[in-house]
């Protein structure tokens, strides 16, 4: 039956009327959303890496960005950003994390160190040494007892995947971390939410074996100097090395309750346990 032409007009108005409203819906939408993460304490920081992403793939980042919200709005009245460890169950899944392990190749230490200058020494000298020559670098470094280090691996393997809160002067910034091999790389958790498997890293620790026959095993740490100064890395590394050492039965209880778990996490149980070392 033919369509009269009141109603083909009717049906073309609204039709019009559908789309505009869709657009003025979307356009809404994205500036509130954007609106929300610009509140974000940290948003200044991580600007430009996000203003990247809404000019290449503006739906993508409106979607990330309303996951973003949606995960923090029921706690907008607390001290602390909330963090909803549902979300982690992505990240759990290492080929959906930080970076494939397959595709992760270990550092050499002759890539940044002249091996065979040690080689004659013993432990406790090339400590000396790897102190005195990351003395005046704006780097990170540690020499770790090789029984501690098998521990440390141990769990990084275990627990790939963890969260650290890191003391600001707005409270606390989560960055989560992701172990592949012998590095750790960590990143914002704010960077990951937005970015996902493309978020930047703000401090990579490499930890180097090829002494490891002299009882020792050597680590290096490079952050983003926009991200983190050098106090701020440090706290990350004492952080990672407490979890991950196994010598407190307490935080290897939240690696496993992180990992295994997500869903019964409190991410308050982090700081609770950052603030006590404080008051030790």
């Not at 990579?204 to 095993?217: F, Q, R």
Request: with cysteine; glycine share 2%; hydrophobic share 35%.
């Amino acid at each position: 039956m033919a369509v009269g032409f009141k109603q083909l007009v009717s049906t073309l108005k609204y039709s019009k009327y559908n789309l505009f409203r869709n657009i003025m819906t979307t356009t809404s939408k994205y500036e509130k959303a954007l609106e929300n993460l610009q509140k974000n304490p940290y948003y200044e920081k991580y600007a430009d890496r996000i203003a990247k992403l809404q000019n290449t793939s503006p739906e993508e980042f409106l979607k990330r960005v309303e996951e973003t919200v949606k995960n923090n709005e029921m706690e907008k009245k607390k001290k602390f950003a909330a963090v909803d460890t549902r979300q982690f169950s992505s990240v759990l899944n290492p080929k959906q994390a930080l970076k494939e392990e397959n595709t992760t190749e270990d550092k050499k230490l002759s890539d940044i160190f002249k091996v065979e200058l040690v080689a004659d020494k013993d432990a406790e000298e090339v400590q000396a040494i790897w102190e005195e020559y990351h003395k005046n670098k704006e780097v990170i470094s540690a020499t770790i007892p090789q029984d501690v280090y098998k521990k440390i691996q141990l769990n990084m393997k275990q627990f790939p995947t963890f969260l650290f809160p890191l003391p600001r002067s707005q409270g606390y910034e989560f960055i989560m971390c992701q172990s592949y091999g012998h590095a750790v790389h960590f990143t914002p958790l704010l960077a990951f939410q937005v970015h996902k498997e493309n978020a930047p890293e703000c401090l990579t620790m490499v930890h180097y074996t090829e002494l490891i026959e002299k009882g020792i095993v050597l680590m290096r740490g490079e952050y983003d100097k926009n991200v983190l100064n050098g106090k701020e890395a440090q706290c990350l590394a004492n952080e990672f090395q407490m979890y991950y050492s196994g010598k407190d039965q307490k935080k290897t209880n939240l690696l496993e309750t992180f990992t295994k778990s997500p869903e019964t996490f409190k991410h308050m149980d982090l700081i609770t346990e950052l603030e006590n070392i404080k008051l030790v």
